[in-house]
């Protein structure tokens, strides 16, 4: 049964006022599929009856919003900007005298992306004093980060085998994130329609798999809001299938290992 037009109207409305993310027409899967849980979990009948009960109790307006803004993560994802990361942005930052590296993960989900980062720097340039703030929308996916605890599935999902071995420790069914690791990163809440969080200004910044649920004018306000995080030189990583091309033309992309870096141009 799909979602009734003026409740998937009402679930929309929502989402873009708390996070800014857009649910066009033809998402109706997506928002019944994601709120069927809570339905269950409310004892409603049906989507569209949690939704008038959402109506009437903004107390659980957080726990709709999380569930339509968790996406899916996984360790080292598409490869390409981690290979940038170690083979150029890090040899890059080096040459420039940069000791202490500070990071921001976007929308970190529940911990992959950062860590990824932690584990690419401590293997190549360990002798950086590294600091990652990681943020998200989600309470539940920022203490599952925090945790750094995850299950044989989760750790199945991109992470060499070598790699498990050196950063990880297993307890029981579980594999936890070194404690050395652990401690570079920093958990914590931000709508990225806020100011950038404390920590910076950032040397690089990862907003990836973000951009493309956002309209253009969206775009353009959260890329305006990352370019004042990023201390001078700093760089930015977007998704595989985001630019700044025809959004903002402040930002220039990096021309190398066809990932989707960029900087700021110098004097915008």
Not at 62 to 78: G, I, K, P
Not at 192 to 205: A, E
Not at 239 to 263: F, L, P
Request: hydrophobic share 40%.
């Amino acid at each position: 049964m799909t979602i009734a037009p003026e409740a998937f109207d009402f679930v929309a409305t929502l989402v873009r006022q708390r996070s800014a993310i857009q649910l066009e027409k033809g998402k109706e899967y997506l928002v019944e599929s994601r709120l069927a849980p809570l339905a269950r979990s409310a004892g409603a009948a049906s989507v569209d009856a949690y939704v008038r009960t959402l109506r009437a109790n903004a107390g659980l307006h957080d726990q709709v919003v999380e569930a339509l803004t968790t996406n899916e993560t996984s360790w080292f994802r598409d490869i390409t900007p981690f290979a940038m990361l170690r083979n150029t942005v890090l040899p890059d930052l080096r040459n420039r005298g940069t000791r202490r590296l500070k990071v921001w993960s976007a929308a970190c989900s529940t911990g992959q992306e950062a860590y990824s980062i932690a584990m690419t720097v401590k293997d190549h340039h360990p002798d950086l004093d590294l600091s990652i703030v990681a943020t998200d929308l989600s309470e539940e996916v920022l203490a599952k980060g925090r945790l750094g605890a995850y299950s044989q599935l989760e750790v199945n999902r991109g992470l060499p085998a070598p790699v498990l071995v050196k950063h990880f420790v297993r307890k029981g069914a579980t594999f936890e994130i070194a404690p050395p690791l652990r401690q570079q990163v920093t958990f914590r809440k931000h709508n990225l329609l806020d100011q950038p969080p404390m920590g910076g200004p950032f040397d690089i910044v990862f907003l990836r798999n973000v951009l493309i649920y956002f309209d253009v004018a969206t775009k353009r306000e959260v890329l305006s809001r990352v370019k004042r995080s990023l201390a001078p030189g700093g760089y930015l990583f977007l998704g595989a299938a985001e630019t700044t091309i025809g959004i903002d033309d402040s930002w220039e992309r990096v021309h190398e290992g066809g990932s989707s870096v960029y900087r700021p141009r110098e004097g915008k």
